[in-house]
Each structure stands twice: as C-alpha cells, then as structure tokens.
C-alpha cells in the first residue's frame, strides 16, 4: 500500500483544474469553472468546478466528486492507480507501506512482467516498422486486413520475426532474467536452449484498465497445420485470462458515455470498429464470459450487446454466460452477423453508418432468442419440449434485481405465450427456483446470523407500524446529512475557549441513536476517531479525499451546491450589505427553502458569512435531533397507550406523554417552529 507520507504529499499538490482541465476543457464563471460534461453527451454546459472546495458535479447527469474520484471515473482507474498517476505528474516518489516477505516477491515479479511486456511490446513494434521483414511481412499483412496505421500505433501492435532467438538475445542483453522472460511467455526453453515464442507472427499488446501491457496475442501468418492460429500469454502474476476483456482501455470511454458495451469476439473485430468510429467495443477472445469479465462491463455500462457470426457456432458462443450476465445486472440484447461474416469483415463490407444501423435494427432480445433456439431444437420432442420450459424458468429467476422485477414478470409473460403454457404456471416455477436458491443461499449463512434475521422479521411485524409511522419516524434525511455538513464546515472551528464546534455537536447529541443513516454515522466515528489521534490534519478535504470512496462520495455530496450568486447580487448586496459567501457555499436546501418562499430577508439570511451563522446553524441542527428524539418517545408512548394496562400505568404513560408534549413545545420555540400535529 502506498504511505500516508506519499497520499499527504499528493494531496497537497493537487489543483483539480489543473487535472480536471486536462481531460475538459474549462472555462471561468465566477469562482468556478465550467465545461462539457465528460461523462455524458451535452451540447451546453453543465459541468462545474470549485476550485476552492476541490470538487466537480455536473447538474446534467448528476456524477460528482474530487480530483482522484474523477481520473477514478474518468480513466477507470483503482485508487491506488490514480494515486500513482498523480504522484507521476507531480514528481512525487512513492513510498510504500510494510510489507511482507511474500507480499514483496509477488509485488516485485509482477512489476518486473509489466517491465518485460513493455520492453517486449517496444521491440515487436520496432521490428514491424523499422525492419525490411517486418514491413514486407506484418505491415503488410495489416494493411491487407485494410488497417490504417494510426489503428496499428494506437492499439501498438507489432512483429516477431523468423529469427529463432531475435527477442531472447537483446533480452538478455539488456539483463532481464530468464526466469523472468519464461514466465511471460515471450520466451520458451527447447532443448534447453531459450528461443522466441512468437517467431513470425503478429503481435497484439493487451492491455489492462490504465493502459499498462499485461500480455500478448500473436497470429500466425504462414499456413501450418500443426502449429495453432493464435498463441496466447500464459497465466500468471498479471495475466489472468478471465479477468480480461482485450481493448477495454482504448473503449472505457465511450462505453461509458454510450452507456452501451458491444462485445465481439476477436482482436481483428475490435480493431475493424474502432478503425470505422465505433468505440465501446471489446473482445473475449473467444471464449466463455465469465463473472469477472461481467463485473468489468458492468462496471462501464449495465447494458451489454453481444454481436457475433450468425452460424452455429457463434449462435452457441453467444448464447454461453446468459445466466451470469442476468446475474450481474446486466441487459443483454444479441447481434447475428449474416452471410458468414464476422464483424470484422461485415463492417468493412458495408461501411460504419450502416454498420451501426444494422446493429440498432438486429438487436434481439437474449432470452427470447434463447427460447426460439431451444425450441427449434426441442422439435415436436414432448420430453424435450419440457426441459426447454424449466431451463427458460430458470433463466428468467436469474432476473434477481429489485428494480427489475417489472421486467422478470414481462419475460414470463412473453415466454408462456411462446411456449403455449399457462402464465400462472410458469410464473410459480420461477418462484420455485428462486426459492430453491435462497434456501441454498440462507444454508450458507452462520447459524448466528440466521437467527439475528429471523428476530428482526419478527420485530418488525409485531411493531406492525404503518407507512404515517414511518414517515415521521424517517422525515426529512436531510437534517441529518445538515448535521454532517456542519461537521465538515464548522466542526474544526472553536464554539468557545473550551471546546471545538465538533466537541460541543458530540456533547450535544445525546446519543447516535438519533441518526438513521449509515453513511453519517460512518462520518461522525472518524470525525471523532480522528480528533483523538490527530485533530491538526483533520479538515473537509480529509473527508473529501478519503480513501473510503464511500465516505469521500458522502462529503463531495454534502459539500456540493448547484447555484453561484451573480457579480450582480454580489456587487449590489455583497459589498454594500457585508454578505460575502456565494450560493455555492451554502445548505441547498436553505436556499430553496427561501426561494420557495419568496422571501428576500430569509434569502440573504442564508446568504450571511460562515463566521455570523456558525451559533445558529449548528443550535438549529442540534435542537432537530433532540426534538427527533422526543417524537420518538411520543410515538412509542402512543404505542404503548392503545396496549391493555391497569389505571397506574395509565396515568404515568399519560403524565409522560404531557411532559413529552412541553419538551416538544419548548423545542419547537426555540427553533421558532409550529407544531401542527
């Protein structure tokens, strides 16, 4: 793990316009900046940075977050990447936490393959550009696939020559161990001697998430019967085949601005679309989608378009890991190339425009076209027949989302129609898989764990509250994220000689009992974990660049406000009137509030400095929580009231609820509410 020493220099170096505005072009309104969004397609711009908050949001598609968040987003990098990425744009030298024996060796060898693979990929790209027998051989055999050669730079492929040590030698020459070289496959022992692997083959680099080389594919261009067609890295410390979709780096940009992840087979197919414009393509290299592979698309778009050759056997690879892809969440939709083409050839065939009509107008639904395949096979076989039904129920309980619920009752809809079966009985044999599934799941379960379950469920239906319950007891989430804001704003800044504003919301607060929301709760343990250990490097951009993306996610939100005042307003009421902070720094929901209103003197009320309102933001926040509090015990009094008691108890829970009443009254004074129920 990189040290808090490097993290710490890092984040003070950081100037989010200065790498924001490397991707984005910005430009200055007010105290801000403003830009196309990079993560959606819009015409007039919504994309707004706070230099002096260190954070962006944009008010079209609602992402937001601070510098690393963004190059995490951006370039769909880890945390650890982005930090490395920024520590090499500032010149900071990386310093590493301890490690373990074993954790060191494993972190060595693999920096030492991505060494090797970067030395290899140098070399193979030398050799087809600058060598006689590299141009003649596989530059020729790209430009004959029809391959412009900023595609071959861009993807940087390359060529192995004939020459049956060309690459081991300079290798070794340059000390690389063989060990080493072994490993990566780019070298192989025979006779116990160390020759090329790839000898007279093009070479395609693959690349992980942030661009780095991972391994290799290599085609063979002359026709050998025994040799195979293509030879791929094997697995090791990087190169995890499963984990891999080849030309994910070059296409997590327009997957996500697409919102659409087309998938294909092979490497030449990637490179065909690329080359015509379409870019949210990657390759699985022929193989079986695995979960992982999944996650990765996911993790881009949740929509997913498989486009393969229409003959048997790409109808059968299409059709492998449906059930996973329903499993993560994805929508799958199938793409058949007609006429024996493959994408590759087909997009050269007809062009990109319409390439991508014919892509639009083929997609088919993946599950119905698993039904029409089944079913053609299944023929008038009655045993056959009813297998199709169970694997289609199956299928369509894999649909195991919340909020696609809506959909899994439309596919049952349409597959017993198709099916010629009644709804009602398809609908119950879904039910049954996904029972049989939690049972298997809940069998996985600690015996503990279970039982806390099952007490829960049945607390909740003996408390049997309503939805009016529920609404009073969750009313307005906002007070308490208001509560954190003040926190990350205030909470460093003294209330008196005595204590800080954070020491004096924490005494205040009775108890955390009061709050409901995980992610607050989660804030105020470091805010106060941190104010014993080290409360001089506490302040909001430690929460804004926390390391727990959660946690930063929640600051950045809290932090963040959608509208600046004018140089107008700040030049009429600003200078004149002493009200300096602009709307950027205040509660958002304070200024709708007044807005709403139409109320100009609580609007510039909300307009005061920071340093004026502190003693009534952070009184007005803590009297909400205790005023929660006694609504809470007015409610489970009322409960307990509507029970059997003997006349005693009756009259104590009627004298508490009378004294809860005043307190309710006195509260609701002091923040100069009402009381309307």
């Not at 968040?69 to 301890?98: C, P, Q, R």
């Not at 007891?473 to 954070?502: C, H, M, P």
């Not at 390391?547 to 005042?565: F, G, K, Q």
Request: aromatic share 10%; proline share 2%.
């Amino acid at each position: 793990m990189i040290s808090q020493t490097t993290i710490q220099q890092i984040l003070g170096r950081l100037d989010i316009i200065d790498v924001v505005g490397a991707f984005v072009k910005l430009k200055r309104r007010g105290t801000n900046y403003l830009g196309l969004c990079p993560f959606h397609n819009e015409k007039t711009p919504s994309f707004t940075v706070s230099p002096a908050k260190e954070i962006y949001k944009c008010f079209g598609c609602g992402r937001s977050g601070n510098t690393i968040s963004f190059l995490m987003e951006h370039e769909k990098y880890s945390y650890v990447d982005a930090l490395k990425w920024l520590a090499n744009k500032y010149g900071i030298e990386i310093e590493e936490t301890f490690q373990s024996d074993e954790q060191r060796q494993q972190q060595q060898s693999a920096d030492s393959l991505y060494i090797i693979n970067n030395f290899a990929r140098e070399f193979f790209s030398r050799m087809l550009f600058d060598t006689e027998e590299g141009q003649d051989v596989g530059l020729a055999y790209f430009k004959e696939r029809g391959f412009r050669e900023e595609i071959i730079q861009k993807f940087q492929l390359g060529y192995s020559p004939e020459k049956r040590d060309a690459f081991t030698k300079e290798a070794l020459a340059q000390q690389y161990s063989s060990e080493s070289l072994l490993k990566t496959g780019l070298v192989v022992n025979r006779n116990e001697q160390l020759q090329d692997n790839y000898r007279g083959r093009v070479i395609f680099p693959i690349h992980n998430h942030s661009g780095k080389v991972l391994g290799f594919g290599a085609r063979i261009l002359k026709s050998n019967d025994k040799a195979p067609k293509y030879i791929n890295t094997p697995e090791n410390e990087i190169y995890i085949k499963s984990k891999i979709l080849y030309g994910s780096y070059f296409a997590r940009q327009a997957i996500d601005k697409a919102d659409e992840c087309l998938l294909v087979e092979g490497y030449t197919d990637v490179l065909s679309l690329h080359q015509a414009g379409i870019e949210n393509v990657v390759a699985s290299g022929g193989t079986s989608l695995t979960p992982d592979q999944l996650r990765l698309i996911r993790k881009y778009s949740s929509n997913l378009t498989i486009i393969y050759d229409g003959d048997a056997a790409g109808v059968k690879a299409a059709l492998r890991g449906l059930d996973l892809a329903l499993e993560e969440g994805l929508n799958v939709k199938l793409v058949l190339i007609p006429d024996k083409e493959d994408p590759d050839s087909y997009v050269n065939k007809i062009g990109a425009a319409a390439f991508t009509r014919f892509v639009e107008k083929s997609k088919k639904d993946f599950i119905l076209f698993q039904l029409e395949v089944a079913l053609k096979d299944a023929g008038s076989d009655s045993t056959k027949k009813a297998e199709v039904v169970n694997r289609m129920a199956e299928t369509i309980s894999k649909i195991n989302k919340a909020e696609d619920f809506t959909k899994q009752q439309d596919y049952i809809k349409q597959c017993s129609e198709i099916l010629k079966i009644d709804e009602g009985g398809l609908h119950t044999l879904v039910n049954k898989f996904i029972r049989d599934r939690i049972v298997t799941m809940e069998r996985k379960l600690p015996f503990e764990e279970a039982k806390h379950h099952e007490q829960n469920a049945r607390q909740a239906a003996e408390t049997n509250y309503d939805d009016a319950t529920f609404n009073l007891l969750f009313k307005d989430e906002l007070q308490e994220r208001e509560v954190a804001r003040i926190l990350l704003e205030y909470g460093t800044k003294k209330w008196n000689d005595e204590r800080l504003v954070s020491e004096y919301i924490f005494d205040e607060m009775i108890d955390e009992s009061l709050i409901d929301n995980q992610q607050v709760i989660r804030l105020i343990h470091v805010f106060k974990d941190m104010l014993q250990r080290d409360a001089g490097t506490l302040n909001k951009n430690y929460f804004v660049y926390h390391e727990d993306r959660d946690l930063s996610a929640l600051a950045v939100s809290l932090l963040n406000a959608p509208y600046e005042e004018s140089e107008h307003w700040r030049g009429e009421y600003s200078q004149s009137s002493g009200y300096t902070k602009s709307l950027f720094e205040q509660p958002y929901e304070n200024f709708i509030r007044a807005v709403a209103k139409d109320n100009e003197k609580e609007l510039m009320r909300y307009l005061k400095m920071d340093e004026d309102r502190t003693t009534e933001v952070v009184d007005s926040a803590i009297n909400y929580l205790k005023l929660r509090k006694v609504k809470r015990m007015l409610l489970e009094n009322q409960l307990d009231l509507e029970k059997p008691h003997t006349k005693e108890e009756y009259t104590m829970l009627h004298q508490t609820h009378d004294h809860l009443k005043q307190m309710e009254i006195g509260l609701t004074r002091k923040m100069g509410t009402v009381i309307i129920k």
